[in-house]
């Protein structure tokens, strides 16, 4: 077991490594001069190369990489090009907000998942199934940007319930004055996990009533019930992996529901850093975000293999 | 010798008896051909508004889905919208499709060092969630639709690997492979006759799946103002700049977002169709 946590844990340095040369590589596909963003086009030369200086924007692209490298392991991610400011200061309170949204989301997503899927897998061809069929379909369907426009109408305009962007302006606390604006933009998260594990679990419920244990269990005069701990228990380490990465996908992927709602989270930040040109900062919200995936990954697979031990066999998928 | 209808025939018959596989089918060729002929059915041009029409609500004489920010007719941007939007769901994914089932069949053929050399790569593009990626490289490259399409092939491309990959990897080490081999037949008209009729349903079903994907992430990044640019007629980018008016126009605001929804729901119920009569398990 510890060896293979140990083997796990080895495997992801390269793969975060990899992660961090994309993420500072990405930058310089783009066309515009980051320099572009602060000095006007008319700055005299000098002025361009002293700035230039100042955020190493002179030096050779690998030694640019391996400084932002050093520096980002010591928990330096550079200064916000627009702002002057730190970027991990930048990036404290949204990465805050956007983990509140991700969780409540997936928690949500996976709990009306577990219980849509399960009873739809269960109870084939039945009213409850379709119902299942349904909420899947639409969960994977429906452009949740375009949701939270409807909600937003639905909830802020016309029945005039909860507010329609934005967050709470006094300091952060669990109570209802902060959890009325993480309503909507949560609820409208829900939509992707809820589909997809409603459907994950469905096909695994339904695959395995008609193995030849349960049909064992069924036979030896077993509460529905007691199947259905049994059931549950095979099904779990898949709903777990599909569930945990589903709260990496929302983190990285809340930015179009954010913008919806101007929930001040890392999507914000990010639109913004991209609009302003705000390179370091970009650089810094894409590293940390794919940072927290991948030890997310990390996690996943190892309480999988702790529920699961024919998981341990191979680090390798061969 | 006995003529076996093949396998492709078998897998139409049964879609054929399918009346979800009809309607949705029959939705996504309205929209499509609609899209496609949108200058020889409506005489309206997309593109021209009237400041004393803006906003007008649907069912308005003359505009029967009303008139967007600028006084240009819904029904004409919306149509021609589909043009766009609809390039963003398939464009990308059949893209992805021709490069990641190339690399799927060599990594999965040829195993050994090239498999783990091709697999861990695109492992690294594994650790970027979906969206994430789709919006730093367009975000990186700059609006436009070219970008957009580029960002989204890129991001399905290690997805449809790893689809291709596995099954070949599984049909590799059937017997029958090993007997061509043994006949010595080359590697080439290997995989062309044994190994890709096989892994082809699979692949192919998966690849159906990104279509709705694809359209409500590229519409997505239209929506951000980093996809098309105004004043081309997309449904991300009309669901975008008619925000202002979601408190006054609620009707009006939401309608680009129900044609996407239509569209990827057609995409899904189709691809699930496919998926039943190709009874492939996922």
Known sequence: MFLYVLKRLIYSIPIALSVSAITFSLVYLASGDPISAIAPSDAPEEIIQSLKTQYGLDQPLPIQYFKWVARAVHGDLGVSIASGRPVLSEL???LRNTVCLALIASFIGIS???LLGSLGGLYQDTFIDKISTFVSLIGVSIPHYWLGLLLTILFSVWLGWLPSMGASSSPFAFDFEHLKFMILPALTLSVIPTGIITRTVKSIVSEMISKEFVVALQARGLSQFTIFKHIAKNALPTVLAVGGLQIGYLMGGSILVETVFSWPGTGYLLNIAIFQRDIPLLQGIVLV??????????????????????????VNHD | MIEHPSYWTHVFTKLSKNKIAWLSGGLLTVILLSAF??????????????MLNRLNPVLTSGHLLGTDELGRDMLTR??????????????????????????????????????????RTMDVFYAFPSVLLAVSISGALGPGIVNSLLALTIVFIPQIVRVCESSTTQVRQLDFVSAAKMSGASTFSIIR?????????????????????????????????????????????MLNTLRPALYTHPGLAVLPGLFIFITSISFNLLSDCFNTAMDIKK
Request: proline share 7%; hydrophobic share 50%.
């Open chain 1, 92 to 94: 404290g309170t949204s």
């Open chain 1, 112 to 114: 009306l998942g577990c």
């Open chain 2, 193 to 237: 006759v044994h190994v890709f009729p096989n892994i082809i349903g699979p692949v192919f079903v998966y690849t159906t799946s990104l279509f709705s994907v694809s359209m409500i992430l590229g519409s997505g990044l239209s929506f951000l103002g980093l996809g098309i640019k105004p004043p081309e007629p997309e449904w991300g980018l």
């Open chain 2, 78 to 119: 919306l149509i021609y919208g589909g043009r766009i939007s609809i390039l963003l769901g398939m464009a990308p994914v059949i893209l992805a499709f021709i490069i990641g089932s190339c690399i799927g069949l060599i990594a999965g053929f040829m195993g050994g060092k090239i498999n783990m050399l091709i697999m």
């Open chain 1, 289 to 314: 975000l794919c940072l927290i995936f991948v030890i997310l990954n990390l996690f996943v697979d190892v309480l999988q293999s702790l529920i699961d031990p024919r998981m341990r066999r191979g």
């Open chain 2, 37 to 50: 002929f949108a200058p020889l059915i409506l005489s309206t041009d997309p593109y021209r508004g009237a």
